[in-house]
């Protein structure tokens, strides 16, 4: 369960003893001294502690030298007799000197003196059974990442700095949504961790612009910038930065070869030997121990890791894009783009290197890709095989109405089989498994329309104007060839269908034939329309961006299908619109090319009804809207009064 972290911010509600552990970096400091000034301002006498002062069991050791640090007026003999409800806060508790045993009695001294007790510690004290075992008794949290309602309040903060008083919401909105997107790119799905410092790090290198000597792509720098930030912290000197840079491209090559993410520490051992044969480390060989102090390297137990995703694929792609064998890596990590190591590895390929032959390969390899399936052209084709396959569905329903108890019980198979394929399901583990050749195509059609995009996105600029139509139509016909395997896979909807048909009929005995089958196709109907929704959002979204708007344009009148009309629309909504300002004309455009087909007319109105959801649009616009797209204003009303804020929670 989740708990908003703000009840520590009342001194009734503060709990009288609770443990909250967290990633490294993840704000356990800040939110200690939060909950001082908390305690301080509620009445109560907070004492804060760093784990490295405490070194003896005795609570009165600390409190002199503490107390005459953190209050200007008050000593330790008035602070033991005050009546006010005295807190021990005690931050990084893992780096105490105290062995086990005088951990427990620390405990149970602060326990007699305090009233209420609150420890911040890294996640390593789950996994010492010797010093967990005192807190059975504590109320245990954990700190959740960084989340995207707070994500969106930093970036705001940062936007408004210095012009608190005269930024209007709409450009504070824009500005906002440019740099979420950017982020989005960078943090990818936790590839790097959804902490504070991280977020703040990557706004100052967006806002600091990229230098020109500089050979990697502006999100590629970004990366780059975050892990010499590690290695400035543990004063590398600037010409060994390469040695470590080197140290780490060989080391995750290395372990991507091994199909591991941690060495133990013979196998660490092996590998340092290996290096020292290939280079020259100099006198003083304490790469390990530095890379451990930077915290790009981590030490758990006997086995050693790289710390975080991105260091790890940044490094094993930096290996990768520098050699020889760079393409014949290319085209083998394009066949196992559904397994999340080798998709991302890809996509920083594309970071550290220029070669046009890299990108012309990963076009041609990710055009493999339900190469037998034609786009989904949402016309009146696809409907007229929606229609079709709806009408059958009073013939499905009346057919099973005379078998529901045998129909019961091969659902109940179905899910036993499902259930027992889940625990072992591990796509990477099944990577050979015929039977799972379905889930690997639709995620690497996923996973293409991803990498295409980021390559677009970054090297939009330099990529000639022939390779970045042809990227952005390859990118968008994955997506539009995924959506026809969808539409037109009979037997797989008829399977769900019949999951559907006898859940209505066991619920609802009473039903008639025609109450059923008027229910079942509303339910059919909302599940294509909503893949075909997502669909067309997923592709403008990884295709889209400010710079290729009209680019993206060209290529759709070139196609000429509404499917390509639907997502040019998103993308003139998303990139183009500025504030309080819609893309009218391509707007009306495109609703004149697509309005006399129901399905693309239905789903160009909710494209800009989740637009309106998102983003502010005038009262001018939102008229012409009701005139010129059919959606009435109390509609659009709706949609924009809907919106309610998410409550942030922490993890009980």
Same mark, same amino acid.
């Given at each position: 369960m989740t708990r908003n972290s703000e009840f520590y911010s009342s001194l009734a509600r503060f709990p009288t003893k609770s443990l909250v552990v967290g990633e490294e970096q993840c704000g356990k400091t800040s939110f200690a001294k939060m909950a001082f000034y908390s305690v301080l301002e509620d009445g109560g006498l907070p004492l804060l502690l760093k784990g490295r002062e405490i070194n003896k069991s005795d609570i009165n050791h600390y409190l002199e030298r503490s107390i005459k640090y953190q209050y200007a007026n008050l000593d330790s003999s008035s602070f033991k007799k005050s009546k006010r409800i005295k807190v021990l806060i005690i931050d990084d508790l893992v780096d105490t000197k105290l062995n086990p045993a005088y951990l427990g009695k620390f405990i149970e001294n602060a326990q007699e003196f305090f009233d209420k007790i609150l420890f911040l510690s890294d996640e390593s004290i789950r996994f010492d059974e010797q010093k967990i075992k005192y807190f059975n008794d504590f109320e245990q949290f954990e700190l959740l990442q960084f989340g995207y309602e707070r994500r969106d309040e930093l970036i705001k903060k940062w936007h408004a700095l210095g012009r608190e008083e005269e930024i209007t919401e709409e450009e504070l909105s824009t500005l906002t949504k440019t740099t979420t997107t950017h982020l989005d790119m960078i943090v990818r799905k936790n590839i790097v961790p959804r902490k504070p410092i991280f977020i703040l790090m990557i706004l100052q290198v967006l806002d600091s612009g990229k230098p020109s000597d500089y050979s990697l792509t502006s999100h590629g720098y970004c990366y780059q910038r975050l892990i010499e930030e590690n290695l400035n912290k543990v004063k590398i000197k600037p010409e060994e930065i390469e040695k470590y840079i080197n140290y780490l491209s060989q080391l995750a090559f290395y372990m991507y070869e091994k199909a591991t993410y941690h060495l133990n520490k013979i196998q660490m051992e092996q590998f340092h030997t290996f290096y020292k044969s290939k280079f020259n480390l100099g006198a003083n060989d304490h790469v390990i121990e530095k890379l451990l102090d930077s915290k790009i390297l981590k030490l758990s137990g006997d086995n050693y890791s790289i710390r975080y995703k991105y260091i790890y694929y940044f490094y094993a792609a930096k290996y990768m894009s520098n050699h020889k064998d760079c393409l014949k890596f290319v085209e083998y990590l394009c066949t196992k783009t559904h397994i999340e190591k080798d998709a991302n590895i890809l996509i920083f390929i594309t970071h550290h290197t220029k070669n046009?032959?890299? *990108? !012309?390969?990963? !076009? @041609?390899?990710?055009?493999?890709?339900?190469?037998?399936?034609?786009? $989904?052209?949402? %016309?009146?084709?696809?409907?007229?095989?929606? +229609?079709?396959?709806?009408?059958?569905?009073?013939?499905?329903?009346?057919?099973?109405?005379?078998?529901? @108890?045998? $129909?019961?019980?091969?659902? &109940?198979?179905?899910? %036993? *089989?499902? $259930? #027992?394929?889940?625990?072992?399901?591990? *796509?990477?583990?099944?990577?050979?498994?015929?039977?799972?050749?379905?889930? @690997? %195509?639709?995620?690497?059609?996923?996973?293409?329309?991803? *990498? &295409?995009? +980021?390559?677009? @996105? #970054?090297?939009?600029?330099?990529?000639?104007?022939?390779?970045?139509?042809? &990227?952005?139509?390859? $990118?968008?016909?994955?997506?539009?060839?995924?959506? #026809?395997?969808?539409?037109?896979s009979t037997e797989q909807v008829k399977t769900e269908l019949m999951d559907i048909i006898h859940a209505h009929l066991e619920d609802n005995l009473n039903l008639t034939v025609e109450e059923i089958s008027k229910q079942v196709r509303r339910t059919f109907m909302q599940l294509v329309y909503q893949i075909t929704f997502n669909v067309i959002r997923k592709v403008s979204f990884s295709v889209g961006h400010k710079e290729l708007v009209n680019i993206f344009s060209e290529i759709a009148l070139d196609i000429e299908t509404p499917a390509f009309y639907l997502i040019e629309a998103s993308m003139q909504l998303e990139f183009a619109s500025t504030q309080n300002n819609i893309p009218k004309k391509k707007l009306e455009a495109i609703w004149k090319k697509v309005s006399s087909n129901f399905l693309a007319k239905r789903l160009l109105q909710d494209i800009v009804l989740q637009y309106q959801y998102f983003n502010y649009v005038s009262y001018q616009d939102k008229a012409w809207i009701a005139t010129k797209l059919e959606i009435p204003l109390d509609t659009q009303d709706v949609v924009q009064n809907y919106k309610k804020p998410k409550t942030l929670a922490k993890k009980n």
């Open positions: 046009d032959d890299v *990108i !012309a390969l990963i !076009a @041609k390899m990710t055009s493999n890709i339900y190469s037998n399936r034609k786009e $989904a052209l949402l %016309d009146k084709t696809d409907t007229k095989f929606l +229609q079709e396959f709806m009408s059958q569905i009073p013939q499905l329903v009346m057919k099973q109405q005379h078998d529901v @108890k045998q $129909a019961q019980k091969e659902s &109940l198979k179905k899910k %036993d *089989i499902s $259930a #027992n394929q889940s625990e072992r399901f591990d *796509i990477e583990s099944l990577d050979d498994d015929p039977e799972f050749d379905c889930i @690997k %195509d639709i995620t690497r059609s996923v996973r293409a329309v991803e *990498i &295409l995009g +980021q390559i677009i @996105k #970054n090297r939009h600029a330099s990529i000639e104007l022939g390779q970045l139509k042809e &990227l952005s139509t390859e $990118a968008t016909k994955v997506g539009l060839r995924f959506l #026809n395997f969808y539409l037109t």
